[in-house]
Nanobody
Framework: VQLQASGGGLVQPGGSLRLSCVVS????????IGWFRQASGKEREGVSC????????YYADSVKGRFTISRDNAKRRVYLQMNSLKPEDTAVYYC????????WGQGTQVTVSS
């Protein structure tokens, strides 16, 4: 099982980024997969995720209305479209899938700063 996240970077407040997670080693279609983030000095927190039936089950209150999770099973990718970014969105973002255990990608840094 492998997950590789990309798409992070430096963006000004109010800007947008799209994160991408390419996966291998499991069937994406019916997997519970999503995005977490960890800001410096804070615990890792869930951002958004799909349940094992492919439905979206969760958005953190702090990102509702600004972030959108999506998936392309054919391309084996999960995306996180992030709009109206705020400085408090600054964190390392991780792709996660829950199979027999949790698997994590390597993370991609998102920095929101002017």
């Amino acid at each position: 099982v492998q997950l590789q996240a990309s798409g992070g970077g430096l963006v000004q407040p109010g800007g947008s980024l799209r994160l991408s997670c390419v996966v291998s080693g499991f069937t994406l279609d019916d997997s519970a997969i999503g995005w977490f983030r960890q800001a410096s000095g804070k615990e890792r927190e869930g951002v958004s995720c799909f349940n094992s039936r492919g439905g979206i089950t969760y958005y953190a209150d702090s990102v509702k209305g600004r972030f959108t999770i999506s998936r392309d099973n054919a391309k084996r990718r999960v995306y996180l479209q992030m709009n109206s970014l705020k400085p408090e969105d600054t964190a390392v973002y991780y792709c996660n899938v829950r199979l027999s255990r949790n698997y994590w990608g390597q993370g991609t840094q998102v920095t929101v700063s002017s």
